[in-house]
C-alpha cells in the first residue's frame, strides 16, 4: 500500500519509519540538527510548496529519505491506517 504525502509524492507504508509534526519536534536541537545534515546530505524532498506542516522519515532499504509536507501530520498518519 502507497500513502500519498502530497503532489503525487507517495511512498510505500512499509518504508514509513516515523511521522512527525514540524511546530512540535523541531523544538528539540536535535532534531533540527538531523534535519539540516539530512538537507546537506541531499536526502531531503519538499513534497508540497506551502508551508511545512510535517516531515516523514522513511528508508526504502538503500537510503533514508525525509518528506517536507505541508499536510498536518494526523493527515498523513490516518493516510496511513487506511
Do not use: C, H, Q
Not at 67 to 75: H, V
Request: proline letters at 2%.
Amino acid at each position: 500500500m502507497f500513502v500519498n504525502l502530497e503532489n503525487d509524492i507517495s511512498i510505500k507504508k512499509t518504508e514509513i519509519i516515523g511521522i512527525f509534526n514540524m511546530d512540535t519536534a523541531t523544538v528539540s536541537p536535535v532534531t533540527k540538527e538531523f534535519l539540516k545534515n539530512a538537507e546537506n546530505e541531499l536526502k531531503v524532498v519538499y513534497a508540497g510548496k506551502r508551508m511545512p506542516e510535517s516531515f516523514v522519515v522513511a528508508d526504502n532499504g538503500i537510503a533514508e529519505s525525509i518528506y517536507i509536507s505541508s499536510f498536518l501530520a494526523d493527515t498523513l498518519v490516518n493516510r496511513t491506517e487506511k
